[in-house]
């Protein structure tokens, strides 16, 4: 189930096929598919995707007069995909590429899903795509919600999620300090069937910690004359308990975290290797994709 959206230009335009698939081999944000009829955009921090195809031009009677009969435009046969079904972060990414792919390659775009006109190419306003995709994405959810079989996340928590997911790289890049900067990953717990943000902390090294509901800690002690390792689940309620003292404040880009710099993260290297595992992470429960929940329910 997706939302589709189709390329024209103005007949008076000089705009070519070979122009366009120029511009979309060339894209940053693309990858050219084999065929080299097909581009896709996937986002490996985040999960997001939507793809362009290519498509062969209309040759039916019925085809050409629904797509190919229009006074002042023609068709391209480019059309662009993204599914239903997904977290609201999905549109806050994706749109935005597209309204400069649209921009930049000074098109119309057909949309059948529109309400107000759905029969023409025309331009929309910045955010009105997206605005609409998400209308129609909470819309499909509500009403299919059992059927579909999705799990369900909390949109602040799985908005958060996101945005950090997004910046982290830039944020890890752009730090002046040798700090780690940890991934997240959702789990869904097999005793009450919640997702839980969770990220990873090695070695009690110095890292921003954005909010989280456990910690996979990695230790690393000599115990009589040993190497130990130890890793596994540690709530944030125990982190807190022992390391609040030690964290700071710490933003970037409106995200609000905590950090804990080389200095105190000397200081605590006794206590973190005393922490209490409370789970292994194979007991804890399945992974969730950042594309299998939504953020609405009934």
């Known amino acids: 189930m997706s939302y589709d959206l189709y390329f024209y230009k103005k007949k008076s335009s000089n705009q070519s096929e070979k122009d366009i698939i120029n511009y979309l081999n060339s894209s940053e944000y693309l990858t050219t598919e ?3 009829t097909q581009w896709s955009y996937f986002n490996e921090e985040t999960g997001v995707y939507f793809g362009i195809d290519l498509n062969e031009p209309n040759i039916e009677a019925e ?3 629904i797509w190919d ?4 435009f023609e068709n391209l046969n480019f059309n662009f995909t993204i599914n239903f079904i997904r977290p609201n972060f999905f549109g806050y990414e994706v749109f935005p590429i597209l309204e400069k792919i649209i921009s930049d390659l000074d098109i119309y775009i057909l949309n059948p899903q529109d309400e107000i006109d759905d029969n023409n190419p025309q331009r929309f306003e910045k955010g009105y795509l997206e605005r609409q995709w998400i209308k129609h994405n909470e819309g499909l959810i509500i009403q299919n919600f059992s059927e579909f079989n999705v799990e369900y996340y909390d949109k602040d928590k799985s908005d958060f999620v996101w945005k950090y997911s997004f910046n982290r790289n830039d944020l890890q890049e752009n730090l002046d300090e040798d700090i780690f900067v940890p991934g997240y990953f959702l789990l869904k717990n097999k005793n009450d069937n919640q997702i839980y943000r969770v990220c990873v902390w090695p070695k009690h090294i110095p890292i921003i910690l954005p909010p989280t509901d456990f ?19 540690v709530s944030i309620n125990q982190i807190n308990e022992k390391f609040e003292n030690y964290f700071e404040d710490f933003e970037y880009k409106g995200l609000k975290m905590r950090v804990i710099r080389q200095q105190n993260a000397d200081k605590i290297e006794k206590e973190f290797n005393k922490l209490t595992i409370e789970f292994q992470v194979q007991n804890f429960g399945e992974s969730v994709s950042f594309d299998s929940f939504v953020n609405v329910k009934p």
């Open 215 to 233: 910690i996979i800690v990695q230790k690393e002690y000599r115990k009589l004359f040993k190497e130990v390792k130890e890793s596994g689940f």
């Open 34 to 36: 084999e065929n080299e």
């Open 63 to 65: 085809d050409i007069e």
């Open 69 to 72: 009969n229009f006074t002042d």
